[in-house]
């Protein structure tokens, strides 16, 4: 079965820098989008970044300019790199990708199991 594996998170500083791995594991034919969605304690799951087959990226407002996001498709692997992170970035991060298993199947969609970001002093 397809199986998503988040690492790269942990504890950081304000300021700081963090970068998200989001492995794909299991045979897959293609992949039709990815993304990075977070949850922070009380709040509702919201979408982070993602990026789609045709190379189209979107953002939340508040990390614009701060996150990238990017895929090495020869790894079936995708990342999330976070500069100058705020306290306010603390929270359970999720990968989620929409893939094909082979060309006889629909594209379905995946989720991880979450990587913890705490940005504190």
């Known amino acids: 079965q397809v199986r998503l594996v988040e690492s790269g998170g942990g504890l950081v500083q304000p300021g700081g820098s963090l970068r998200l791995s989001c492995a794909i594991s299991?045979?897959?034919?293609?992949?039709?989008?990815m993304g990075w969605y977070r949850q922070a304690p009380g709040k509702e799951r919201e979408l982070v970044a993602a990026?789609?087959?045709?190379?189209?990226?979107n953002y939340a407002d508040s990390v614009t300019g701060r996150f990238t996001i990017s895929t090495d498709n020869g790894k079936n692997t995708g990342y999330l790199q976070m500069n100058s992170l705020k306290p306010e970035d603390t929270a359970v991060y999720y990968c989620?990708?929409?893939?094909?298993?082979?060309?006889?199947?629909?594209?379905?969609?995946?989720w991880g199991q979450g990587t913890q970001v705490t940005v504190s002093s």
């Open positions: 989620t990708a929409t893939v094909r298993r082979n060309s006889y199947s629909g594209y379905e969609n995946y």
């Open positions: 990026v789609s087959r045709s190379g189209a990226t």
């Open positions: 299991g045979t897959i034919d293609s992949a039709y989008s």
